[in-house]
């Protein structure tokens, strides 16, 4: 726990450093400028108090800000960077200031050489090591030719201890870069897995609003149709019911549409969602449609999220879609919420006799979706005396999973 803790900060730590950076770039473009200046002063303090000499300090001090002055290109521009740091090695290498100056001109060019190979390796292809490190070499081995004597004692004592650090500024440079790789790829995929999600879920709204009102239309044009010659008056009522179907399908539709359509969330045109609220109305615009439907309701009912009355409400649209669609000869529904101390049972019946070539797969398929976003179940089949049986089971501790 601690450790999880641990790494908890340290994220935090890190993202809000990259929030920093982004709201002030130019402040960390300076950041390697004003360290070495507040560690050069200390060091010049420290030389005037140890009556130390500094050689050539002009010369050091050009060579320092011709050092340290490119770094603030070095995020956009890491390996031109790097080239220019020829030009101030060829006014310390022919001084000697490298092997016998005091460190001012060597605190910047270490300072200088370590963020822009880090940089390198963080934002460039890695082919470009190859050619950082050749480019690192040769001032090298100019420098050691002109200031260093010629012995493999000295060869050595002068180029492993750089080319330790070289590979030392690489790994730790490879070890971010891999980090930030391996966190936008599972930003990606969390993205992937967002956008798959929210289709899914578009796909069911559709499925479900366009499957109900088209099966209740449907049933009504063709009790309309029997009905115009021998009671006008039925027909007139069944046009009305398939007008007032149809402009709730497309205000449901104009409204899942809009998600899509919409840039800013704030376009979008809000709208409750169907819940338990709406459950007489569903029932009542099934029954004018033809079917004979008993809505039973049991128990001391407790507190639904919306997600939830959603995915009950279309739980029973669909089982009762299904009956229009599915179901031969005289039918009969009966849909029973029983409200219980560990959560909500619904069950949706019917009598009819069930057409086994239609097939409901997608539908059933999205209500079991619907049912194991909160830890809950949906069962369907045949019951043995006839007829289709839908249950739903919607636990009253069901968190919703995303």
Known sequence: MARAVKAAGERGLWQRVSEFDSRHPLLWDLFPIMLYLFFGCLGVVGAAVGEVEIRH????????ALFLVPTIWRRRYPFAVLLSQIVPLCITIPLSLTANGSGVSDAASGLAFTVVLYNIVLRRPLRLLWWAGLVSLAPSLV?????HPFTVASFLGFFVPGALYFGFVVVVGLLVRT????QSTQRDQATREAVSEERNRIAREMHD??????????ALADGGSYAAAASPEKAKEALEAIGRTSREALGELRRVLSVLKAEDPEEVELAPQPGLSDMDALIERVREAGLPVTLLTSGERWELSENQQLAVYRTVQESLTNVLKHATGPRRAEVSLEYRESGLSVTVSNSGNRVDEAGTARGLAGLAERAAAFGGTMVAGPEAHGGWRVALWMPVDGKERR
């Open 57 to 64: 300090p002009v010369a050091q001090a050009v060579a320092a």
């Open 143 to 147: 420098d050691w030719l002109v200031n």
């Open 179 to 182: 980090r930030r790789d391996f």
């Open 209 to 218: 609003i366009i499957g109900h009102n088209l099966a209740v239309i449907n």
